[in-house]
């Protein structure tokens, strides 16, 4: 059985509220699960402890039982220390976008066009 410590979202509409629960990855997000280990709740002030709670001691248990945390609780094990810090590439942060790649290449046409006449 493949596991997974994710969150389950609750509360209302554009009021969520989350669950750390180990679960089945075939289970759906909200559906069932084994345990609940944890609370995140994101409209709290990312400084605030009441933000992510979680019981350490449960979701060390399911990570030796072979769960794979989610990449949103991974970050939380890591906030918590619990976790080592995962090296994470984003490969297309300094990439510019296809609408600023075509203004630089017609700038740069026009700029060697200026130069080509002026010779």
Known sequence: MAMKIRLARGGSK??????????D???PR?????EKLGTYNPL???D?????????????YWIAQ????TDRVARFLEAAGAAPKAERANLKKAVPGA???????????KAAAATEAAE
Request: charged share 40%; proline share 4%.
């Open 25 to 27: 990855s075939r289970m």
């Open 99 to 109: 609408k600023a790649t075509k203004r630089a290449e017609e700038k740069a046409k």
């Open 44 to 46: 709290l002030a990312k």
């Open 14 to 23: 554009k009021r969520p509220h989350y669950s750390i629960v180990a679960t």
């Open 66 to 69: 072979g769960a794979q945390p």
């Open 30 to 34: 909200d559906g069932r699960f084994l």
């Open 48 to 60: 605030s402890e009441e933000r992510v709670k979680m019981n350490m001691e449960r979701v060390q």
